[in-house]
């Protein structure tokens, strides 16, 4: 996207918003799975694992990448659930748990194709609470709000300790699956349109910043807040 605006002639300022994480799921009363590591993500989401039905079938798989976390893996259906490829939930999960191993093993860096895969996360959930050995992914914000529905399965970091997302581990960066959620905006369209320049000063003023929590997201430490403050008033003249 950047090389297409640049291509236009077209400048941008990047500003950080808030962060967001994304939780991997399961049913409540999945209690044989509580943490994986990137592998075994891998070896039961990724294209690899395509066609398999339980969780047990993809056992040689996460030998072969390295998992470690609750392997071997329970003879137990594999229903999954998670956005589809419209979705930027979808291409996060896909750049943290799929592409470090879909390029070097010559596998597509996507998802297995053969996955309920829904737009509306509310159906995600559904999902999940349907199967007891449900296996799926959505954004921390919803799962922060539908919590006594699924259970967030703790994602192991490069230390191999596994933590669960909670506002504070998504805020510090130490929960593996933390994103950096942004606005892009045309600095031209911003310099020339008052209107431009005033819903961008309500987006990082106190109070636009004290929506982020309203809707479920983090809010990013008070040093990059300030860093985009700046990097705005910079870019709007």
């Given at each position: 996207e950047a090389a297409i605006c640049a291509d236009a002639g077209i400048e941008f300022t990047e500003l950080e918003v808030a962060i967001d994480g994304l939780s991997v799921i399961t049913n409540p009363v999945n209690d044989a799975i509580t943490c994986m590591d990137v592998p075994g993500l891998y070896s039961l989401l990724g294209p690899e694992s395509e066609g398999t039905a339980s969780w047990a079938d993809n056992n040689d798989l996460a030998t072969e990448v390295g998992a470690v976390q609750?392997?071997?893996?329970?003879d137990a259906d594999l229903v999954i659930y998670g956005p589809g490829e419209e979705s930027g939930t979808?291409?996060?999960?896909?750049?943290?748990?799929?592409?470090p191993f879909a390029e070097d093993r010559g596998a597509d860096e996507a998802t297995r194709a053969d996955y309920t895969s829904s737009a509306n996360d509310n159906l995600i959930v559904e999902g999940i609470e349907g199967s007891d050995t449900s296996l799926g992914w959505v954004g921390y914000a919803f799962y922060k709000a539908e919590g006594d529905r699924m259970k967030a399965i703790a994602v192991a970091n490069d230390d191999g300790e596994c933590v669960m997302p909670t506002d504070e581990t998504v805020a510090d960066n130490s929960y593996p699956f933390?994103?950096?959620?942004?606005?892009?905006?045309?600095?031209?369209?911003?310099?020339?349109?008052?209107?431009v320049r005033s819903y961008v000063d309500l987006y990082l003023s106190d109070e636009g910043i004290?929506?982020?929590?309203?809707?479920?997201?983090?809010?990013?430490t008070a040093d990059d807040l300030a860093a985009a403050?700046?990097?705005?008033?910079?870019?709007?003249?």
């Open positions: 609750n392997t071997p893996f329970p979808y291409d996060s999960f896909v750049e943290f748990a799929i592409g933390s994103r950096d959620l942004f606005i892009y905006v045309n600095v031209a369209n911003a310099q020339e349109n008052p209107a004290a929506s982020v929590g309203n809707a479920g997201y983090v809010q990013e403050r700046a990097a705005w008033a910079a870019a709007a003249g």
